[in-house]
């Protein structure tokens, strides 16, 4: 079992950075691969990076590359994601989540949730 516990949202002017923390319980938090996701008001919860268990790999939305970077510290328990370039576009709930299978992109393979942080972008 893997609880997690985002946290780092929050109001940023368009182009700021914001620095998403995604806290795990539980001792077995270094075998799963790790994603983010956001979910828009009135739209599907999507994809927008995963990182490798040993962070060999690491994979980005479209949306997200070149702007974002996901990362982990197994030590901590905790995986990131830091948000540059912000655009109103961006403004969503974030959610980590875990899972077992590296470079998933899918929501319904991810076996653990958290609760959410807000993000919203101003213009």
């Known amino acids: 079992q893997v609880q997690l516990v985002e946290s780092g949202g929050g109001l940023v002017q368009a182009g700021g950075s914001l620095r998403l923390s995604c806290a795990a319980s539980?001792?077995?938090?270094?075998?799963?691969?790790m994603g983010w996701f956001r979910q828009a008001p009135g739209k599907e919860r999507e994809f927008v990076a995963s990182?490798?268990?040993?962070?060999?790999?690491?994979y980005y939305a479209d949306s997200a590359k070149g702007r974002f970077t996901i990362s982990r510290d197994n030590a901590k328990n905790t995986v990131y994601l830091q948000m540059n370039s912000l655009e109103s576009e961006d403004t969503a709930v974030y959610y980590c989540?875990?899972?077992?299978?590296?470079?998933?992109?899918?929501?319904?393979?991810?076996?653990?949730w958290g609760q959410g942080t807000q993000v919203t972008v101003s213009s």
């Open positions: 539980g001792r077995t938090f270094s075998r799963y691969a």
């Open positions: 990182i490798s268990w040993n962070d060999d790999s690491r």
């Open positions: 989540a875990a899972t077992k299978y590296t470079g998933s992109i899918r929501v319904f393979e991810y076996d653990y």
